[in-house]
């Protein structure tokens, strides 16, 4: 059985940066895309980002363009988030997911795995 398990989460400055990690366990995801969300208080889950299998391609939503980087061990069965300049609106919890194909994609229907989440706290 497959089990995501995101980290790296906690406090940081406003323009500050985190690198969150998804450890998957159980079976290997070099073929499955996989894909971060997040979801602040009182608002729906959103999209993050999303890499392919081979890690060719990437996905981001527009809030994380030119921020955040999605990129992925394949050799350690892990994902990782870079975030950087960090603001308020980015606290929330951040989730990993797979998908159960190997194509980068936004749309959550098509994740079918999620880690319990890691919380990312941004404040001045």
């Known amino acids: 059985q497959l089990t995501l398990v995101e980290s790296g989460g906690g406090w940081v400055q406003t323009w500050g940066s985190l690198r969150l990690s998804c450890v998957a366990s159980?079976?290997?995801?070099?073929?499955?895309?996989v894909g971060w969300f997040r979801q602040a208080p009182g608002k729906e889950r959103e999209f993050v980002a999303s890499?392919?299998?081979?890690?060719?391609?990437?996905e981001y939503a527009d809030t994380a363009k030119a921020r955040f980087t999605i990129s992925r061990e394949n050799a350690k069965n892990t994902i990782y988030l870079q975030m950087f300049n960090l603001k308020e609106e980015d606290t929330a919890i951040y989730f990993c997911?797979?998908?159960?194909?190997?194509?980068?994609?936004?749309?959550?229907?098509?994740?079918?795995?999620w880690g319990q989440g890691t919380q990312v706290t941004v404040s001045s």
């Open positions: 997911a797979t998908t159960t194909t190997g194509a980068a994609t936004h749309y959550s229907h098509r994740y079918f795995n």
């Open positions: 890499i392919s299998g081979d890690g060719r391609f990437t």
């Open positions: 159980g079976r290997t995801v070099s073929d499955l895309a």
